[in-house]
C-alpha cells in the first residue's frame, strides 16, 4: 500500500513571552540571554497514514490536533522531524478554509480554486456542483464577512471537496453545520472514502470517529498517547475523558498493527482474587447527590456480565451488571437499591431496582457495608450520551424515603453503527420489516 | 579551511538561485490568481466609491494644486530651465506622480501580508508571495491612469509630445521590480517588526524632501549631488522630466543604474522572503 502521510518524529514548539518588549529584549540581548518559555505543542510524533485509510484525530482542547493539522498541511514548519504528504491536499482548518473576508463568496471559490491549481475554466465547470453544495443562496455573491459560521463553513467544505483532492483534512470544521449539512458531508466523506481517497479529521465527535474512520490517533500533551483501531482507540480515549482514567493495559502504542484486546485484563484479573475486586470501582463523591445517610453509596461500578470490563461506551444488547458499594449507617428494614438511566436532555430512558425486579432485599444493618449488583441486558437506544443515576431508599414502593440518591454516580456512551440508531431517536428497534405491495 | 568555506558560500549562492528561479516560476504559475487578486483589489479601490475611478484622476490634479501653490505661487520655485516646460505645476506634477506611485506602493507593500493573515495561516500552499506582487500591480493600473492625465496636461501647456515619452515605459518597468523586491522585503519584515511601518512612514517622508521633486536638481549642492543620485527615485523622476517636458533621451547611466537597483533589489526580495516565509503563519 502506497503512503500517503507520514510524518516522522515531528516536534512543534513555541516560544511564549510574557511580554511582547521581552520578544524584542531577547534579539538585542548582546549575550543571548534567554527570555521565552518553550511551549512544545507536539513532542516527538511519528505516524504513517496509507493512501485510502481515514483517520480520526482525537484529544482534548490543547492536546495538539491542530498544530498536527497544520504542520501535515505545510501551514506551519515543524521545529524538528519530517512530514512528507503525497497527492494534493485540500484543507479545512480551524472553522473555515483561508477565504479572504472582503471577498464575495464566489470570488473566494474562484480564488480557491485557483490556489490549488485550477484555471478559471476549470472552476467555471465546478462552479455549479460546489453552489449546489454549499446550499447558501444569494449570498453567494455577498462578501463572506457577512456570513454566519453556518453559511461560511458550507462554502468551504463544498469548496474543499469539489476540487478533487487526493487527501482531505478536516479539522472540527463540521460541529457548526446544522444537522443537514453534517449528513451531507458524512455522505461525501464517505464517498471519498469508496473512491480510495484519504481523509483525515480532528473531532471531539467521538461517534463520527468511530462511524467514518478505520483507524485513530489519540493526542495527549502533544504526544500520540494511543493509534490503532477506531474503535478501541475511541473506547479509551472516552473512558479518559469521562474519568480522567486511562483504563488499565492501555499503552502508548507505536507500531500500528499492535491491538489490545480484552484478553489483556482478563490476564490481568487473578484467578483468586474475590468476586468484589473484579469490580471495575468508580468513585462517586465528586457526583451530586441527596439523601438522609441511612446508608451511603460509596463507588459504583458499569461493566460486563461477563468479562467485568469497565464499560465507557456500549451498542446496545449486551449482557451488563450496574453495581453499588453501599456503607449502611442506620439499620433498613426495607431498603430498595435501584438505579436509573437518563439520556442528555434529562429525559427518564428506564430505571431498575429491587422492586421492578419483584424481589425483596433483606433488611440491612448498622455498620455493614454490601454490594448490590443490578444485572440486565442494555436495550437498544439511540446514539449519544446517557447518565446512570444511583440510589438507596428504605419504605414501599409507595412511601419511601432517599437514604442517598447520586444523580450522575456514571457517563455512558452509547455509539452503534446501525443507520437507525443515528436518527436521533430514543429507541432504536430492532426487528423490523417493511414491504410493498400493489394495491389493486 | 577557507577553500570549504568559500565552497560552502558558492553552494549557498547557488541555492539562493535555485530559491530565486523557483521563486520566479510560482509567480507564472499562479498568474490566474494574481490576475484576479488585483481585479479585486483595483474594484475594492474603486467600486462603490462614489466617483469610483475619477479618483484616480482627481488625486493627481488635487496634489497638483496644492503643493503648485504652496511652492509655485507662495515660494515661487522655477523649474530647471533645462526642463523644457515654463509651467511649475507641470514641472511638478511630471515629479510628483512617478513618486506618488513609488511611495503608496511601498506603503501598502509592508501590509500586503499582515492584512491577509487568514489565507497565510488558513489556506493550504497560500503562495503568499503575491501579496506585494498584487499591491503593485493594482498600483501601476492606478498611475497609467495618472500618466495619461500627465499626458494631457503636457499637451495643453506644451503643445506637443516627444516620440522620447515612450522611454517612461521602461521607466514604469523598473519601478514596478524594484517595488515588488522592496515589497517583498518590507512585508515579510513587517510580520516580524510591527514598528516597520512607522519607520517606513519616516523614511517615505524624507524620501519625498530628499528627491527632487518640487525643487530641481541643480539646487543640490554639488558636493552631496552624488549621494542623492544613489536613490533610484531620482532618476525616475529626472527621467520622466527628460523625456515628457523636454522631449530629450534619458540620461543612459541613471537609466543603467535603476535597472541594477531594481533587479538586484529584486532578487535580494525574493531570497529574502523566501527564507522568511516558512515563520509568517506562525507569528501572525
Redesign the interface.
Known amino acids: 500500500m502506497e503512503i500517503a502521510i507520514s510524518v516522522k518524529n515531528i516536534s512543534k514548539s ?1 516560544r511564549l513571552y510574557k511580554a511582547p518588549p521581552d520578544k524584542l529584549k531577547e534579539i538585542l540581548n548582546p549575550f543571548g540571554r534567554k527570555y521565552h518559555q518553550e511551549f512544545r505543542a507536539l513532542n516527538d510524533v511519528s505516524f504513517e497514514i496509507k493512501k485510502g485509510e481515514s483517520v480520526g484525530i482525537v484529544g482534548r482542547n490543547g492536546s495538539g490536533k491542530s498544530t498536527l493539522l ?1 504542520l501535515i ?5 515543524p521545529t524538528s522531524g519530517e512530514v512528507s504528504v503525497q497527492g494534493r ?3 479545512l ?2 472553522l ?8 464575495t463568496g464566489r ?1 473566494n471559490v ?3 480554486g ?4 485550477l ?2 475554466e476549470q472552476v467555471d465547470e465546478k462552479l455549479e456542483s460546489i453552489l449546489d453544495f454549499a446550499d447558501i443562496g444569494d449570498f453567494i455573491d455577498q462578501s463572506v464577512k457577512t456570513y454566519s459560521s453556518g453559511m461560511y463553513v458550507r462554502l468551504a467544505f463544498s469548496c474543499a471537496v469539489n476540487v478533487e483532492p487526493d487527501i482531505l483534512i478536516v479539522d472540527e470544521a463540521l460541529s457548526v453545520g446544522d444537522i443537514r449539512f453534517k449528513h451531507k458531508c458524512f455522505r461525501k466523506i464517505e464517498s471519498f472514502r469508496e473512491a480510495g481517497k484519504t481523509v483525515l479529521m480532528v473531532t471531539h465527535d467521538i461517534g463520527s470517529v468511530k462511524s467514518f474512520c478505520d483507524n485513530a490517533i489519540w493526542i495527549n500533551n502533544g504526544k500520540i498517547e494511543q493509534i490503532g483501531k477506531a474503535d478501541a482507540v475511541v473506547r479509551d480515549y472516552s473512558s479518559f475523558m469521562n474519568y480522567g482514567l486511562v483504563s488499565k493495559g492501555s499503552v502508548a502504542l507505536k507500531d500500528t498493527k499492535a491491538q489490545r484486546g480484552n484478553e489483556v485484563s482478563l490476564v490481568q484479573r487473578g484467578n483468586e482474587a474475590s468476586f468484589d475486586a473484579d469490580i471495575p470501582w468508580e468513585e462517586v463523591s465528586h457526583s451530586s447527590s441527596f439523601g438522609d445517610g441511612g446508608a451511603i453509596i460509596k463507588r459504583v461500578a458499569f461493566y460486563g456480565k461477563d468479562d467485568f470490563k469497565k464499560i465507557a461506551i456500549l451498542e446496545g444488547g449486551e449482557s451488563v451488571v450496574f453495581s453499588l458499594d453501599i456503607e449502611v449507617k442506620e439499620a433498613l428494614d426495607m431498603p430498595i437499591v435501584a438505579c436509573r438511566l437518563d439520556n442528555k436532555y434529562g429525559m427518564h430512558i428506564f430505571g431498575v431496582s429491587n422492586l421492578t425486579v419483584g424481589e425483596e432485599l433483606r433488611p440491612l444493618n448498622a455498620g455493614e457495608r454490601v454490594v448490590v449488583n443490578i444485572e440486565f441486558v442494555f436495550p437498544k437506544l439511540g446514539n449519544g450520551h446517557y447518565v446512570i443515576a444511583a440510589a438507596i431508599a428504605n419504605g414501599t414502593n409507595q412511601a419511601h424515603v432517599q437514604q442517598h440518591f447520586v444523580h450522575e454516580a456514571y457517563i455512558v456512551q452509547v455509539i452503534n453503527p446501525s443507520v437507525a440508531a443515528k436518527m436521533g431517536h430514543c429507541i432504536v428497534l430492532e426487528q423490523t420489516w417493511i414491504s410493498l405491495m400493489d394495491s389493486k | 579551511m577557507p577553500l570549504s568555506n568559500r565552497v560552502g558560500a558558492g553552494e549557498a549562492m547557488k541555492q539562493d538561485f535555485r530559491i530565486f528561479l523557483d521563486f520566479s516560476r510560482r509567480l507564472w ?2 498568474r ?2 494574481l490576475k ?2 488585483t481585479d ?1 483589489e483595483l474594484k ?1 479601490q474603486y467600486v462603490g466609491s462614489l466617483f469610483g475611478l475619477a479618483w484616480a484622476v482627481i488625486n493627481p490634479l488635487a496634489l497638483m494644486a496644492v503643493y503648485g501653490i504652496v511652492f509655485g505661487y507662495f515660494f515661487k520655485t522655477k523649474p530647471d530651465p533645462s526642463s523644457g516646460t515654463q509651467s511649475y505645476m507641470l514641472y511638478l506634477v511630471c515629479g510628483l506622480i512617478p513618486w506618488q506611485f513609488f511611495a503608496q506602493t511601498v506603503t501598502s507593500c509592508a501590509d500586503a501580508l499582515t492584512k ?1 493573515s ?10 503568499s508571495e503575491i501579496l506585494p506582487v498584487v499591491t503593485v500591480f493594482s498600483s501601476v493600473i492606478s498611475h497609467l491612469i495618472g500618466v495619461a492625465v500627465l499626458l494631457i496636461l503636457t499637451v495643453i501647456f506644451n503643445g506637443s509630445l516627444s516620440p522620447w515619452t515612450l522611454v517612461i515605459f521602461v521607466y514604469i518597468f523598473f519601478i514596478v521590480v524594484l517595488t515588488v523586491g522592496l515589497g517583498w522585503i518590507l512585508s515579510s519584515l513587517s510580520v516580524y517588526l510591527k514598528d516597520l511601518k512607522q519607520v517606513l512612514g519616516l523614511v517615505i517622508m524624507a524620501g519625498f524632501f530628499f528627491t527632487p521633486i518640487f525643487y530641481p536638481a541643480s539646487r543640490i549642492p554639488a558636493a552631496v549631488l552624488w549621494i542623492f543620485k544613489l536613490n533610484p527615485m531620482f532618476h525616475v523622476v529626472e527621467g520622466y522630466r527628460l523625456t515628457m517636458l523636454a522631449g530629450r533621451p534619458p540620461v543612459v547611466n541613471g537609466l543603467i543604474y535603476l535597472a541594477v537597483v531594481s533587479v538586484v533589489t529584486f532578487a535580494m526580495g525574493g531570497i529574502f522572503f523566501r527564507r522568511l516565509k ?2 509568517f ?2 507569528v501572525l
Open positions: 513555541y497544520k498541511c505545510g501551514v506551519l514548519q491536499v485540500s484543507a482548518l480551524e473555515g478554509a483561508g477565504f479572504n473576508q472582503e471577498y470570488q474562484y480564488m480557491n485557483a490556489l490549488r491549481g484555471t478559471k | 504559475t499562479n490566474f490568481m484576479m487578486m479585486r475594492a491577509n487568514n489565507l497565510i495561516k488558513k489556506a493550504v500552499d497560500f503562495p516558512p515563520g503563519a506562525e
